[in-house]
């Protein structure tokens, strides 16, 4: 017996009409009809060549098509009309600059890294900074000044940045990484800066962190996609080989169906599954149904 499976990305719903792009036909190799007998996982699993994510990875927000933190339980929640459009990897966070953001919980950590493509629909200038990633006060931000250039914030204390800056409409890889004395900044996978920054951050006071903004000012107007925090400072190589990973995104865990069959009854099967649907579900385990 055969087994063959679909997996599709869905990229958007207009109406009745699913929008489907990237679909990849699996065949399972032929099997006695009586291999199903028991319950069978078979594995999807993601296109392309992914990057192994690297130790440390507290919570992800893919961005494709919820706020689901795939990593543990920091789940988002969209604001204001905060939406989806098409990412550096699947489906990216469009926010318009005006007041959309997404909330996510208290993130208190003083070593860390932050990292995401980003993709700018609006260029500033001096003396308007737009959040990347932020909480109110208290505690880390990563943002754009006006000037263009990425820094690193202790919010509504102080702050460092880096020499480069960004002043077009592509994608970018942004990486800040923060070991407890020194902020290093990463523009496209290389080195861009770094600056000694001797702070203490505590965000316990300072509320829930926001993809987007900080709390409800300062908005960001474009995309961010694949928004990663990890507990610990990522080494430049590391960040290298997810930039060079590029629309292929670091790995997710193969999601899982059980197949249940009875025995000696001829089937071939094909199976469409929408990968958005296992999106919570990925790197918590298996996607099992019931068997009769």
Known sequence: MKISYTLCTVIGLFLTSAFLTGCH??????APENAFS???????????????????????????????????????????GATFAP????????????????????????VFSFE????????????????????????????????NSVRLTYTCYS???SGGTVTDFEWHHIAVTYDGFTAYFYLDGTLDSSSPYGVSFNSQNGGNYSIGSRGASEFFKGLID?????????????IQAIFAAGSAGMCKDDGKVTICHKPGTPAQKTMVIPIQALAAHLGHGDVIGPCP
């Open 87 to 110: 990412g550096m990897v699947e489906l990216a966070f469009s926010l318009d600059g005006t007041d959309d953001y997404v909330s996510i919980p208290n993130l208190d950590m003083n």
């Open 226 to 238: 694949e928004v990663r925090v990890y507990d610990r400072a990522l080494s430049g190589a590391e």
């Open 116 to 147: 995401a493509w980003v993709k700018r629909d609006r260029i500033d200038v001096p003396g308007f900074d737009r959040l990347l990633m932020s909480v109110d006060c208290g505690g880390w931000g990563v943002y754009f000044d006006g000037n």
């Open 25 to 30: 036909v699996r065949e399972q190799p032929a």
């Open 159 to 161: 702050n460092v940045g």
């Open 38 to 80: 028991e319950p069978t996982n078979v594995s999807l699993p993601k296109p392309g060549t992914c990057v192994t994510p690297p130790s440390g990875l507290v919570s992800w927000w893919p961005g494709d098509g919820n706020a689901v933190d795939i990593m543990d339980n920091n789940h988002g929640a969209l604001q204001n």
